[in-house]
């Protein structure tokens, strides 16, 4: 009976997990509050946080980051962007790639090509507005992943949108659960890293109310990684995330900001 279980002791397990690798930010202050130089495949993890707090911004950037070339530690894949709320833009993303791009090249010291146009390729973007939609692409992503295999990232931008619709309480805690458990599969068996936007809702108390992430308790018990990113200071371009939930990570708080050329470390 136990021959069809693989048993690992403490060794080989902590071998095995940090063997995965993982998708830099382009900022070393946000790679280390991850805890994984970055986002980890194999795992879940949701950005929250109030629109401009750079939710967006950091998907597109990982979108790019995904391309990095082995010979510097990247994985030299693809990614899959599911927009519910049309916050991806081609324009933004391409500045973002082309200055992602050319840092690599002047590390490995290579000459500029004109291969835009083959980076572009390797993002694959899929719009899935309202409910219904959303739900029958998350439940055909198995045979989209199978069809192209070099997908190591999978964004969904945001949760919340595709639930504003009008659903009941008890209906839509099925139906995430349902979809997690998609996710869930897709992310471990495939060693494709995910990455959910969630937005921000205010929790009624006895006296006050606070901020949290929308859908509850429940809900944030299914990622892996939970960073709540902030914007106390837009006008001067800075922002903080703090890594309120992880499996293998302690809380961590670090700041970054955003440029023309992506996500970078707020000394740069």
Request: net charge neutral.
């Amino acid at each position: 009976m136990t021959s069809q279980f693989k048993i690992l002791n403490a060794t080989e397990f902590w071998q095995k997990e940090n063997s995965f690798p993982a998708i830099p930010t382009f900022s070393q202050s946000l790679d280390n509050v991850l805890g994984n130089k970055g986002i980890q495949v194999g795992s879940i993890t949701e950005l929250l946080g109030l629109p401009g707090s750079g939710k967006t911004q950091l998907c597109l950037q990982l979108c790019a980051s995904v391309q990095i070339p082995t010979e510097l530690g990247g994985l030299d894949a693809e990614a899959l962007y599911i927009d519910t709320n049309t916050n991806y833009t081609i324009n933004r993303f391409k500045e973002i790639l082309s200055a992602s791009m050319e840092k690599c090249r002047n590390i490995l010291n290579t000459a500029k090509s004109n291969c835009e146009s083959d980076h572009l390729k390797r993002l694959h973007y899929v719009n899935a507005f309202g409910l219904e939609k959303f739900c029958s692409l998350i439940y055909t992503l198995p045979q989209l992943i199978t069809e192209r295999p070099n997908v190591r990232l999978i964004i969904i931008d945001s949760i919340t949108f595709p639930f504003k619709d009008g659903i009941a309480l008890k209906q839509r805690t099925g139906v995430l659960f349902r979809l997690s458990a998609v996710l869930q599969k897709i992310s471990v068996e495939n060693q494709i890293a995910i990455v959910i936007t969630n937005e921000m809702s205010t929790r009624i108390g006895l006296s006050t109310g606070s901020l949290v992430g929308a859908f509850g308790d429940a809900w944030a018990h299914i990622c892996n990684k939970r960073v709540l990113l902030s914007a106390p200071k837009p006008l001067e371009n800075e922002r903080f995330a703090a890594l309120v939930k992880s499996n293998n990570s302690p809380e961590a708080v670090g700041k970054f900001q955003i440029t023309i050329e992506g996500i970078r470390d707020t000394s740069e």
